[in-house]
């Protein structure tokens, strides 16, 4: 065959095609090998997505630094023991072995002194029962005529299950994350009583109702306060994903559900939409829709994605700087705040702003924006680097705001300590049957996470609750 120039020209086009195929080819693999190299120390990816075996990462890379302290309590730590919590119910005494059945086992045992005493404490389960009778006094001395008593408020059935049955099982479902079934199973072989699995999910459901007016005003409370922590996580209803979305501070918890994960299922939640105040997130598109506040982002996860470009890409020269800017920038801040300052110095301010511009500058020289191709649409791909540069830029405002704010944390761990138990409940006991039956459990731990942190226990909470105390968490 003769070698034309149209023949040539055609090979011309044909190896370009096969290099852009090769290029193509090569992105996909190393996209492919950075997700497989992606766990929790360098993605969002949470800890559980690690498995049982913790990823191999280099120490130097870790988000906590060591603090040089050896491991156990520290000087000036009051420190707990075990003790005794009360007087003994009952004692025993303990003889030599040669006494046991010694003639005059009682006669010593008058005479002997004490040498030590040892308390063993334990627990002791029964069903305690209580009869309530309706009586009826007739021809009243005083008052004449028939006088008849009534029965209590929360007396309302021929049998029914007391306050502290109620709480332990309320308790065992939400906060402790066992499902109906175990829940039946343990506490019905415990107290030796037929415990429904159907009972059980009217108690959880009666709780709920109870808590309803509380929920609402917790949704009242955090719409005013002047700064909140947001995250979303997913979880498992009826067979079909849903997203449970949570507003939060340091004195409360509220988590809604819902079917969408942007701002539709924030909006439905019924605080952002009237939220003015600071805004701590991480960076999830949906909560830049909110221009009425003020956005914080998350630095701890900004530093999981250093991590990773640091990991994946070595010859980027500006991710592990950067990681050591934001980590210098929260240094300063905790210097500050532990001198009782309320602002980092003017010197600090201009050194930290100058090295944020240099590395974004640094980083768009080592990552030049991709040209537009001939033949596609649209614009071109940029990739997870660009993207982070891109919003280290844009966002440069939010990302450095915990620093020219001192109130504003570094982190969102807030939110995400907060949320974590929604986790816990889809793994141990699996999907919720019903968004009803989701939307019940998440009203009592919004209810639980508020009183924790005002320092009342989970179980002392419930009983308030099924009491009518449902205010206990704003007295």
Known sequence: MPVTEEFVKMLMEEIVQLNQTIESLNQTIRELQEKLNQNSKNS??????????KPLVNKDRSLRRPSGRKPGGQNGHEGRYFSA?????????HMHSDCTCCPYHDACLEKACTREVRHEVDAVLKTDVTAHKLMMVKDC???GGTKAGSFPENIKAAVQY??????LVVAFNTVGAVSIHRTHEILSSVFQISLATGTIKNMVGRCAQILNGTYEEIRRQMSRRDLIHCDETGTRVDGKTCWVHNASDSGFTFLSISRKRGQAGMNEAGI???YHGTLVHDCWNSYWKYEDVRHAVCCAHLLRELNGVEQNHPEQTWAPEFKKLLLSMKKAKE?????????ISRYYHQKFDKQYDALLKTAYAENPLPEPGNKKRGRPKKGRILNLIGRLDKYKASVCLFI?????????NQAERDIRMVKVKTKVSGCFRSMEGAQEYLIIMSYIGTARKHGINPYEAIQSALSGRTGIIFE
């Open 85 to 93: 919590l009360s007087k003994p119910d009952h004692t025993e005494h």
């Open 44 to 53: 969002s990816r949470p800890p559980s997505s690690d498995g049982l075996k």
């Open 335 to 343: 210097k500050a705040l532990a001198k009782g300052k309320a602002e």
């Open 272 to 274: 952002l939409p009237v």
């Open 162 to 167: 007391g306050r502290n049955l109620q709480a």
């Open 141 to 143: 001395p005083l008052h």
């Open 404 to 412: 020219n704010d001192l109130t504003v944390p570094f982190d969102n």
